[in-house]
């Protein structure tokens, strides 16, 4: 458990491009989530005051998609990562 813990924790990161986000997350199983820009369709922040106070900004991002999944949840490391992926949202 410990190592499965600690393996996401350094696997998980967040990469915004001009036309597409690439979230990786994962322990064991390294998974990879692409999204297009065009298809997001609102970002929630789920951030916690105590997460905040410590660094860590968690958002979860709703996409169109053809699955019965269409949100992920991301973790951000850092606040800049948090302000970039805000910026994307579409009023």
Known sequence: M????RLEYKNQGLAIDN????????GFTKQI???YKKHIIGIDSET??????K???????HFKTNSFT????????????GDRLLQLRIY
């Open 2 to 5: 410990f190592i499965e813990w």
């Open 19 to 26: 036309n597409k986000i690439t979230i990786y997350k994962g």
């Open 55 to 61: 660094g860590i900004y968690s958002y979860r991002i």
């Open 70 to 81: 269409n949100t992920v949840f991301v973790k951000c490391l850092n606040k800049i990562d």
């Open 33 to 35: 989530i692409v999204i």
């Open 48 to 53: 916690t005051h105590y997460r905040m106070k």
